[in-house]
């Protein structure tokens, strides 16, 4: 990684080839096999199945901002060519909400005030931690709050809370729907106002499509922190979607150092090409591969747990 993210600074991932094109397999090491099984259900249906057709051409994506300090935001900001959106992360461990309101000052200040900016806590605030930050952040305009608590009753309290309080900050559903044994319930309670949709996790482009049409809310693709070949299969969901009202946060491959695809799937002018996604997983070699192949027990281990994931498909 180029920067810390989610706790960690080196990524790694499976790739193999089917007769559709490459698949990727990269669960976090710390996800039990029934969850990481969905991952590879997803890279078979790329590498053997396909995506289906596309209903448009670009996709505009979103900077994400790790939970850096101030000084660094211009920095990460360069890796996202023209990019008008910003996510930025928030109640990082360790950090305060004057963390958070000073990182996300610096991204206003540095995007102006035409962009979006958009928070995501991953599930750690309680409701009056969330009321409360989000109540300091949204004096910098915020698109929406992804996943502000971990409980779907909690998302649709602070929903309440915050519409009570006049704080204008829409909820957007994560880990209440990849993590979800039931992904629909968030948008069945009214916890939500949209929903955060990623390939991997959800098993698959068709399922991921599947989701969102059952939720019926609107919904924005973000990455796994995958590589160019896994950024491909998001780039297929959404241009896929009906409709698509947000940017996405796929444009993730700017925050690794290295990446496996000749040419690697990041924005330029704030959209990614679906033709270059298509080209990324048709294309014979992965050069960017060469000097970064695991090797020895790290490869023993991913090998032995794409097979225990896939007994459990
Ligand atoms: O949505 C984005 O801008 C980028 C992707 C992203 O933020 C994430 C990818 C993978 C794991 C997560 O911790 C994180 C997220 O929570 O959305
Ligand atoms: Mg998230």
Redesign the pocket.
């Known amino acids: 990684m180029r920067v810390r ?2 706790g960690i600074d080196v990524r790694e991932t499976v790739l193999f080839r089917g007769p559709a094109g490459w698949g990727e397999f990269g669960p ?1 090491p710390e996800y039990a096999e029934a969850e990481a099984a969905k991952w590879l259900a997803a890279g078979l249906g790329s590498a053997w199945e396909g995506w289906p057709e596309p209903v448009r051409e670009h996709v505009e994506v ?3 901002v790790p939970a850096v300090s101030p000084e660094r935001v211009a920095d990460v900001l360069a890796g996202f060519d023209g990019c008008r959106t910003a ?1 930025v ?1 928030v109640a990082e461990r360790g950090q305060s909400v004057d963390d958070d309101v000073a990182r996300v000052a610096e991204v206003r200040a540095l995007l102006g005030p035409s962009a979006h900016i ?1 928070v ?1 806590a ?1 599930a750690a605030w309680t409701v009056d931690q969330a009321r409360e930050a989000l109540g300091r952040l949204s004096a910098y305009g915020l698109q929406y709050a ?2 502000p608590c971990a409980e779907v009753s909690e998302l649709a309290q602070l929903r309440l809370l915050l519409a009570r309080d006049g704080v204008d900050v829409p909820i957007a559903a ?2 209440s729907v990849r993590k979800a044994d039931d992904p629909i319930k968030v948008a069945r309670e009214g916890a939500a106002d949209l929903v ?1 949709v ?1 390939v991997a996790p959800l098993g698959g482009v068709s399922s991921a499509l599947a989701i969102v049409a059952e939720c019926g809310l609107p919904a ?1 693709v ?4 995958d590589s160019s070949v896994g950024i491909a299969a998001g780039v297929a969901l959404a241009a896929a979607l009906p409709e698509l009202d947000y940017a ?5 491959v700017g ?1 690794l150092s290295a990446d496996v695809a000749e040419s690697p799937l990041v924005p330029r002018d704030g959209v990614i090409s679906v033709a270059d996604a298509r080209a990324v997983v048709a294309a014979t070699e992965q050069p960017g591969l060469a000097g970064h192949e695991l090797t020895g027990e790290r490869r023993d281990w991913w090998l032995d747990r794409l097979a225990r994931c896939h007994a459990l498909l």
Request: hydrophobic residues 30%; proline residues 0%; aromatic residues 8%.
């Open positions: 993210f989610r976090f979103n900077a994400t996510k992360k958009r995501d991953n992804e996943q994560d880990e955060v990623k924005v973000s990455s796994a922190i996405c946060g796929l444009g993730t925050l």
